[in-house]
Nanobody, 123 residues
Framework: VQLQASGGGLVQAGGSLRLSCAASGLTFTNHFMGWFRQAPGKEREFVAT????????HYADSIKDRFTISRDNAKKLVYLEMNSLKPEDTAVYYC?????????????????WGQGTQVTVSS
């Protein structure tokens, strides 16, 4: 299984970025997909997750109404659209996949992880 995240970069506060995650080696439509992030010196934290059909997203309170998770099952891609970015959004962002259906906000519930993509928001 491979999850390849991309799309990170440097952006000014208030700007936008779109992250992508390309999945291979797994039955994509059987998996919830999620995004987590880890800032320097902090624990990896939940950002968003989306159901296999794409119909049910869940978000962390800290990013709700600013970020949107989506997926393209035909292309085996997961996206994280990030708007109104803040300096505190600076982190390495990881995509992850799981066939679990519970505790999806917990990193321990995820079976597969990508390598991460750096997002830096300047003030």
């Amino acid at each position: 299984v491979q999850l390849q995240a991309s799309g990170g970069g440097l952006v000014q506060a208030g700007g936008s970025l779109r992250l992508s995650c390309a999945a291979s080696g797994l039955t994509f439509t059987n998996h919830f997909m999620g995004w987590f992030r880890q800032a320097p010196g902090k624990e990896r934290e939940f950002v968003a997750t989306i159901s296999p059909s794409g119909a049910v997203p869940h978000y962390a309170d800290s990013i709700k109404d600013r970020f949107t998770i989506s997926r393209d099952n035909a292309k085996k891609l997961v996206y994280l659209e990030m708007n109104s970015l803040k300096p505190e959004d600076t982190a390495v962002y990881y995509c992850a996949g799981t066939f679990a259906t519970l505790r999806l906000r917990e990193k321990g519930s995820y079976n597969y992880w990508g390598q991460g993509t750096q997002v830096t928001v300047s003030s």
